[in-house]
């Protein structure tokens, strides 16, 4: 069975920092691209990070970020693949929201598999 956990929410105050992290329990292939997404009340669920095999340098790991991550936060993950983090610094209130750990592959579109969340609170 697949697992993706994640853990490190909570809150913190405007400016504050926290650092989430995915356990994966699938053994990642090189097509898979594993992301960060969040939502908030009200709005649709949006990317803000994924990590990936660079496509023209396998043996270094391409990340790419939405606007509102770049400079913020930053993605990785361990040797194995199978821990991604999403370290994300100067929070604002619009980063509240509950955050999903992703690992999607760009060939299959059946595997596509999602964590539970952890929610994130930007406090004023």
């Known amino acids: 069975q697949v697992q993706l956990v994640e853990s490190g929410g909570g809150s913190v105050q405007v400016g504050g920092s926290l650092t989430l992290s995915c356990e994966i329990s699938?053994?990642?292939?090189?097509?898979?691209?594993t992301g960060w997404y969040r939502e908030a009340p009200g709005k649709q669920r949006e990317l803000v990070a994924t990590?990936?095999?660079?496509?023209?340098?396998?043996?270094?790991?391409?990340?790419k970020y939405s606007s509102f991550a770049r400079g913020r936060f930053t993605i990785s993950r361990n040797k194995n693949k199978d821990m991604v983090t999403l370290q994300m610094n100067n929070l604002k209130p619009d980063d509240s929201g509950m955050y999903y750990c992703?690992?999607?592959?760009?060939?299959?579109?059946?595997?596509?598999?999602w964590g539970q969340g952890t929610q994130v609170t930007v406090g004023v």
């Open positions: 699938v053994n990642i292939l090189d097509s898979d691209v």
């Open positions: 992703n690992v999607k592959n760009t060939i299959l579109p059946s595997r596509d598999y």
């Open positions: 990590i990936a095999i660079d496509d023209d340098r396998p043996w270094i790991d391409a990340k």
